[in-house]
């Protein structure tokens, strides 16, 4: 796997300035998640630096990475290639990386869209990229305090939040998040009725 600084180069000549200070935010509160609720650190940093390695390429590269590999796109995630940054950004960290770590890549690939029983990592890299110092929203402070009290209530905010937003702009839903919220309402009813 390449080391944290050759990640840096390939990120500062790939992404916009600014999109590179997220992923150092991203980094940052990644680890921060992880010390609170026992993940490994440095799985946590290097998913949080390169999760947003494919971000600034354009739709047509994004299903071009993908096709290249071999791995067939959906024709729902076709209408909206921006969502496949991640799943894009896993193959290049995968290919060119040559990062192993499946959890470290399947963080990569949900984080756009999050999914149905996502691991510890995933949950961190997801809300880590919703809740980093430069995110600016109505709620983030709410979210950001809520995120280091209890991973799986932060997150089911943020999956309202963006079904809200998605909804507000008019754009198409993707059904993994809609999966994946329902995932966490069920989990928590059934938390609360075995009580
Ligand atoms: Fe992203
Ligand atoms: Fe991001």
């Known amino acids: 796997m390449w080391s944290h600084s050759e990640m840096k180069e390939y990120l500062k000549k790939k992404l916009k300035k600014s999109r590179y200070e997220h992923s150092l935010g991203v ?3 990644a680890v ?4 609170m609720y026992g993940e490994q650190e440095e799985k946590s940093y290097t998913a949080g630096l390169i999760h947003d390695c494919a971000k600034n390429m ?10 290249d590999a071999g791995v067939k796109i ?7 290639p921006q969502l496949l940054h991640g799943l894009a950004g896993s193959i290049i960290a995968g290919n060119i990386m040559q990062v192993k770590d499946k959890d470290i890549l399947n963080s990569i690939t949900y984080h756009t869209t999050g999914r149905e ?3 510890l990592l995933e949950k961190i ?3 880590a990229d919703y809740i980093e110092p430069s995110r600016d929203f109505k709620g983030v402070e709410e979210l950001r305090e809520l995120s280091f009290k209890d991973l799986d209530k932060a997150l089911l905010c943020a999956y309202n939040n963006s079904i809200k937003f ?3 702009k008019h754009e198409i839903l993707h ?3 809609i999966k994946a919220r329902n995932y966490l309402i069920i989990l928590s009813s059934d938390t609360f009725s075995s009580n």
């Open 166 to 168: 998605v909804i507000e």
């Open 58 to 67: 354009t739709d047509e590269e994004i299903i071009k990475t993908i096709e």
């Open 32 to 35: 921060k998640l992880a010390k």
């Open 125 to 127: 890299i997801y809300l």
């Open 175 to 177: 059904l993994d998040t």
């Open 27 to 29: 980094c940052e509160t």
């Open 74 to 80: 959906d024709s729902l995630s076709l209408k909206m």
């Open 117 to 119: 029983n996502m691991s």
